[in-house]
């Protein structure tokens, strides 16, 4: 248990659908992440926060948005998704942005887009 | 661009050392991480270089050479435990952290 939290852990959704994927920390950390990861292919930072303000966004697909309510919370909304878009979704927390900090990371949520 | 390299895979047996090699081609340097992923689990931390030379913890250590763009994860007494992958990442000038794909690593009894 690395004291971040993610929700759902499985999700299978239609190229229509819209979805969300919720992440929590109780760490007390100050900067959040999404990541995407693929078989057999590095980590892709999608999203960043840092105090709840978005300060990077790594050419992601419009499809993709986030939100960051509070430092201990962040969605990724879904809608209109690709197959190819079918991935491990990893959320982390580090005490700040930048710097040596170590990042944790929640368990992850395995979408299926069909 | 930027660039991390590790092998794919690597297979090993039960009680003995195995090294997981990583050369990178970033923009800056900030330090280098190691994490250890579990299959269908999170990455978890094992170590940060930022200077040269050998870390050691526990039956883990991490080796650093920023002159030749290059690190070791050295694994001792392995354990099926270990079987797992091995990501490495390295904080660039930007403090962005640029992955490896990862290294797949078998233990075999």
């Known amino acids: 248990e690395t004291g971040v939290t993610q929700t759902p852990r499985h999700l299978v959704m239609g190229m229509t659908n819209k979805k969300s994927l919720k992440c929590e920390q109780h760490l007390g950390h100050n900067a959040m992440y999404w990541y995407k990861q693929s078989a057999k292919k590095p980590l892709e930072l999608m999203f960043v926060y840092n105090f709840k303000e978005q300060t990077e966004n790594n050419s992601v697909p419009s499809r993709f948005s986030p939100e960051c309510p509070n430092s201990s919370h962040l969605f990724l909304h879904l809608h209109t998704l690709q197959p190819e878009d079918s991935a491990l979704y990893l959320c982390?927390?580090?005490?700040?942005?930048?710097?040596?900090?170590?990042?944790?990371f929640g368990p992850g949520t395995r979408l299926t887009v069909t | 661009g930027q660039n991390i390299d590790q092998p794919t895979e690597m297979t090993a047996t039960e009680g003995a050392i195995v090294q997981i090699n990583c050369t990178y081609q970033t923009s800056g340097f900030n330090g280098l991480f190691w994490y250890q992923q579990h299959a269908g689990e999170a990455p978890t931390f094992l170590s940060y270089?930022?200077l040269d030379g050998l870390e050691e913890k526990g039956r883990f250590s991490s080796f650093l050479s920023r002159s030749k763009g290059y690190s070791y994860l050295l694994l001792k007494e392995l354990q099926m435990k270990d079987s797992a992958s091995y990501l490495c990442?390295?904080?660039?000038?930007?403090?962005?952290?640029?992955w490896g794909a990862g290294t797949k690593l078998i233990i075999k009894p």
């Open positions: 990442a390295v904080l660039d000038s930007n403090y962005q952290l640029i």
């Open positions: 982390a927390s580090s005490q700040d942005r930048g710097g040596s900090y170590e990042q944790y």
């Open positions: 270089n930022v």
